[in-house]
């Protein structure tokens, strides 16, 4: 390859992991450069291949993001405008909604056993409803459920798996909610903080990092980031540099082997899949 491709390449790899690891706040020793580590554990980069642009409501404050039965389960968030929903990922309709106390600032949601579990922002409450059907008579409130916040949550057939906003991902009892364990992640060795929207895929957890266009793919056992995508090239041109409108949701169907991204407000959510360089 020409040496300006192969610049422009090595620019699209480093950028975003300079990004993160600049916002994983690692500057107790005022360093910023990317850690000399074992070619073993340097992440692998994926291209992000477009198969469709479908419609998603603009007014969705996205922050849980889960494929259910064909339809996409989405939590959205702010105080008195949160949502527990189900929409048609051909048309971006909302087929069916829970809309969520007032007082309650809806964070992730993910499905254990038919029933969504949806997490709150600072309310440190769990909020549990029947499905297929969203009704508001099935939910259950459950209040004291962790301490902190609840930002991102998967279901890998055993464990919860939720992030805080911290570089830490716990694991946690889906019907208790007691803490199991935890787990630092790191990108060539140095923390990733942030951790938002998460989505476990055979084995692995995936996750979107906020304020960044950055997807981490991390092994759960070890914390370590295996592979990293970035979703620059799908923000909507009007949220290029917007802080709020950030990239935020990613949803798997293990039918196809296609994820499904879309980010806070976004008019959009596209059908993807994920390519090794
Ligand atoms: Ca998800």
Same mark, same amino acid.
């Given at each position: ?25 690692? =500057?107790?020793? #005022?360093?910023?450069? $990317?850690?000399? &580590?074992? +070619? /073993? *554990?340097?992440?692998? %980069?994926?291209? @992000?291949? !477009? ?25 959205? =968030?702010?105080? #008195?405008?949160?949502? $527990?929903?189900? &929409?048609? +990922? /051909? *048309?971006?309709?909302? %087929?069916?909604? @829970?809309? !969520? ?32 059907? $969203? ?143």
């Amino acid at each position: 390859m020409t040496s300006g491709r192969f610049e422009r390449m090595r620019r699209a790899v480093l950028a975003p992991l300079l990004a993160i690891l600049a916002l994983a706040g690692c =500057g107790s020793d #005022g360093g910023e450069e $990317l850690a000399p &580590t074992a +070619p /073993a *554990t340097e992440p692998a %980069t994926l291209a @992000i291949e !477009v198969l469709g642009t479908y419609p998603h409501d603009e007014t969705a404050w996205t922050e849980g993001f889960e494929l259910h039965d064909g339809q996409l389960l989405e939590s959205t =968030g702010r105080e #008195g405008q949160s949502t $527990l929903r189900l &929409t048609d +990922p /051909a *048309t971006g309709a909302v %087929t069916d909604e @829970i809309p !969520v106390a007032a007082n309650l600032y809806a964070e992730g949601v993910t499905v254990v056993d038919g029933r969504a579990v949806q997490l709150t922002w600072k309310n440190e409450t769990v909020l549990v409803s029947a499905l297929p059907d $969203l009704d508001p008579a099935t939910v259950e409130e459950r209040q004291d459920a962790y301490d902190g916040e609840g930002w991102g949550l998967c279901y890998d057939g055993t464990d919860l798996v939720m992030s805080n906003g911290s570089d830490q991902l716990q694991f946690r009892d889906p019907t208790t909610f007691e803490l199991h364990r935890s787990v630092p992640v790191r990108l060539s060795g140095k923390p990733v903080a942030n951790i938002n929207e998460l989505e476990c895929v055979d084995g692995a957890v995936w996750a979107n990092i906020w304020l960044t266009t950055t997807i981490v793919v991390i092994d759960p056992a070890t914390g370590v980031v295996t592979a990293t995508a970035d979703m620059a090239e799908l923000v909507p041109e009007q949220y290029k540099d917007d802080r709020n409108a950030v990239a935020n949701g990613i949803a798997h169907n293990p039918d196809t082997g296609t994820f499904w991204l879309t980010g806070k407000l976004w008019p959009v959510t596209y059908e993807v899949k994920f390519n090794t360089l």
